[in-house]
């Protein structure tokens, strides 16, 4: 089975561009997940998503950024307008409720704003 | 509060030894659950081993096993028979807090740098 699937695998934009992320995640899995790390900030939880219903947005750092789930199979992470402070890599993971408490992460997007 | 500590920022290890990662964390929950990942250079994060804080016996997953001492809040990654390819980040996490709605939410450790020489 596939694993999580992100694109862009790297981005690079110029201050003030919107940047979108997306994520698919594992079949069947039920929750997901959008991560942001930093070398300053570390790995830290934006918001998650339960059966595509945003359940804490709570990590998400202000109102430039927000996050889509349209259908299980699909997420988007957006930034309108993008900021150098922006630039770090962005991690998507999702969890299946049944197979238990781990959450599978997808390989990141490293974004880079000049 | 909730918080991961992992004490070591770089590590060294010889080629087919050993090598135990540290892990403290401090939580007011009584059920949590604990965390290994390996993010290596070329950066996905990878899932290793995971510990429920009322399993009984120690998490095993083939050269990694999880010593989990509760009384202590600690939660070390072990690695037997280190290999080239162990090289890589290695990243301590808790499940957030039950209460607060975190339950589903993993808190990272700064990490660990290994580097497995031959």
């Known amino acids: 089975d596939a694993g999580v699937i992100q694109s862009p695998r790297h981005e690079v934009t110029e201050m003030g561009q919107e940047v979108t992320l997306r994520c698919k995640p594992i079949s069947g899995h039920d929750y997901l997940f959008w991560y942001r790390q930093t070398m300053m900030r570390g790995l830290e939880l934006l918001i998650y998503?339960?059966?595509?219903?945003?359940?804490?947005d709570s990590g998400m750092p202000e109102d430039r950024f927000s996050a889509k789930m349209p259908n299980a199979s699909f997420s988007t992470l957006k930034i309108q307008p993008s900021e150098p402070r922006d630039s770090a890599v962005y991690f998507c993971?999702?969890?299946?409720?049944?197979?238990?408490?781990?959450?599978?992460f997808g390989p990141g997007t490293r974004l880079l704003v000049l | 509060a909730q918080k991961i500590t992992q004490t070591q920022p770089g590590m060294f290890v010889q080629e087919k030894e050993a090598v135990t990662l540290d892990c403290t964390y401090d939580t007011s929950d009584q059920s949590y659950g604990l965390f290994w990942y390996k993010q290596p250079s070329s950066g996905e994060m990878i899932f290793l081993i995971y510990?429920?804080?009322?399993?009984?016996q120690n998490a095993t997953e083939g050269r990694y096993s999880l010593n989990f001492q509760k009384a202590r809040k600690s939660a070390n990654l072990v690695i037997s028979a280190s290999q080239l390819g162990d090289s890589a980040m290695y990243f301590c996490a808790m499940r957030g807090l039950l209460f607060s709605g975190g339950y589903n939410k993993l808190i990272f450790g700064a990490g660990t740098r290994l580097a497995v020489h031959p």
């Open positions: 993971a999702s969890r299946l409720t049944s197979g238990g408490e781990t959450q599978y």
């Open positions: 510990q429920g804080s009322y399993d009984e």
């Open positions: 998503f339960n059966n595509n219903v945003p359940i804490d």
